[in-house]
Every structure is written in C-alpha cells, then in structure tokens.
C-alpha cells in the first residue's frame, strides 16, 4: 500500500491533530466547479485551512473537524465551511455548513446550509496523506491533491488554540 498513514480518516482527527492542523493547497484537482479555484471566467488559488475540533470524546478523540476551502479572484473571496467526520478507517463523511462570499475583506453574504438540504453532504476517500501532502477521490469521482502551504496570518489555528493555553474545541 502506497499510503503511509495507517486508517488515514481516524489520524486525522486523533490528538496531536499533525494532520488535521494547517494549511494546504490545491495542486490538482480534475473537478472542473468551485473547488478547482473556477469562478465563473475567472480562477483563483483555493486554500484549504483545518481550523478546529468539535465533540472529543473521552479519550480526547475527535469525532468532527472544521474546515474551510477559500477560493480568492483579486478582492473578491468565496469560502466554504464544512465538518468532516470519521465513517471508516480511510473514509471521511462531508457536511456543507455555510458560504460566504467576500469582497475587499468584508462579508457581503452568507448563507447557511439546513440539514437535509440537497448538496449539503459528501465523502472523501483519503487515499494517500502525509503531514504534507494528501491525495483524496470524493463522492462524485473527483481526484483531489493538496499541500500544506502557510499558514494565513503566520499561525495556524491549532497552533494559536496552544499558545492561549486553550484545548481544542
């Protein structure tokens, strides 16, 4: 097997978080919607940034992370925040929660997703992952290879939740 994460979807989300923290970004991808950076005539960088854990359990296991994917086009900024969540040992279930959509910095509209909406659930297979680099099919076929990048503002979260003294959420 070619990936060097044994059960890639619980190391993701087991304390140190070394995968889960960061930030990455996209290097390919074959889906040709928002995800690929496409808006409209226009592509940009799409930044994936892992910002939080939700519902540790008694082991301080994570059961759900929050990520975002941020798609930039000069002063305009779409970003997508989701929750991902172990189902097996390589396999991450999706839940859309909100987008919003930015221009020059400032939130001009944000919509929240309903539960059960169309749309709003996914999965990924992660097939290949490393502390820098992962390689993911998703529900719909689409290959998707990512690689950690800066953080935005020099720090990630993870790494600012340590210096307050905070415990992940």
Known sequence: ELNPTKEPAVALLR?????FDGTFELIYTNT????????????????????GIRDNDAMGFSRRGIFSNKVS????????????????DVKLDITFEETTISLFGVPVQKKEFKIGDKGTKGSWVLCYMDTDLRALRTNAGNVVVLRRGEAEGGESWMDTQRRLGSRPL
């Open 15 to 19: 304390p140190p978080y070394d995968y």
């Open 32 to 51: 040709t919607g928002g995800s690929s950076g496409k808006l409209g005539p226009f592509v940009g960088d799409v930044i994936q940034t892992f910002e």
């Open 73 to 88: 086009v000069g002063p305009f900024t779409a970003s997508l925040r989701a929750r991902c969540e172990c189902k097996t």
